[in-house]
């Protein structure tokens, strides 16, 4: 079951060096204490698919999306990244071009390190070798999940996994159920989940005629959570 905040505040502080479970506060303060600092502005791409992974990012602040695009032009969300997040640090562990296309939702602060500042770390700490392969399992785990839900799971599932998803990291809870600030249009939704937005459009429709969901203006107000997990298991009443 999916937990969900009492309010949203996308200016809370975030815990430092979060995802990196195990890192030593020392290895921590040096890779991120003196990296760069900058900002992204909504809509704001921080790099782009391809691109040389020259360093990579602490999210300290914000929402960014982690997209791919088809050949047939149609773009997926593949994660949404909160603060804490490391961002980037696979191109720099591989030495690959960049696997996908990171883009702001939120006004965001990032730190930054680069790629010789990292390796310079290793050279002195090699255990931080240890720290990333827990990461990168739990991600490899992340994406068979991702991966099972997409192609396993009906098309009204995935939208209510993804409206959950939203629920979860932005929604303010309120008398009536859970908001969902409109940072996050029907595109995005639709994104997530791997559907046509018409699609997205006609199943939010049909939820609001069974008062599962509410539109307000360009957001969503999520009346019936246990609904849209029933969604999930395929339990009905």
Not at 78 to 94: C, F
Not at 114 to 133: N, V
Request: proline share 5%; glycine share 8%; aromatic share 6%.
């Amino acid at each position: 079951m999916i937990g969900f905040p009492t309010e949203y505040s996308p200016s809370l502080p975030p815990s430092p060096y979060g995802p990196w479970t195990g890192l030593p506060e020392s290895i921590a303060a040096e890779l991120f204490g003196h990296a760069k600092l900058s900002g992204l502005k909504p809509g704001e791409v921080l790099f782009e698919v391809g691109e040389s992974g020259n360093g990579f990012y602490l999210l300290d602040k914000g929402l960014l999306k982690v997209v791919l695009t088809s050949f047939d032009n149609e773009v997926v969300i593949i994660a949404l990244l909160t603060p804490g997040t490391i961002v980037g640090d696979l191109a720099v562990i591989d030495e690959m071009p960049r696997a996908a296309s990171v883009v702001a939702l939120l006004e965001c602060k990032l730190r930054f390190v680069s790629k010789a500042d990292f390796e310079r770390c290793c050279e002195k700490r090699p255990d931080i070798y240890q720290c990333l392969a827990r990461i990168l399992a739990s991600r490899l785990r992340e994406a068979n999940e991702c991966i099972a839900a997409h192609t396993m799971s009906p098309v009204k599932a995935r939208i209510a996994r993804a409206l959950l998803q939203v629920a979860e990291i932005l929604g303010e809870r309120t008398a009536d159920g859970i908001a969902v600030p409109d940072a996050i249009r029907q595109r995005d939704i639709a994104a997530m989940a791997g559907v046509a937005r018409e699609t997205v459009n006609r199943v939010l429709h049909e939820w609001e005629r069974t008062a599962v969901v509410t539109k307000l203006g360009h957001s969503y107000l999520i009346a019936d959570i246990r609904a849209l997990e029933r969604e999930l298991t395929g339990e009905f009443q």
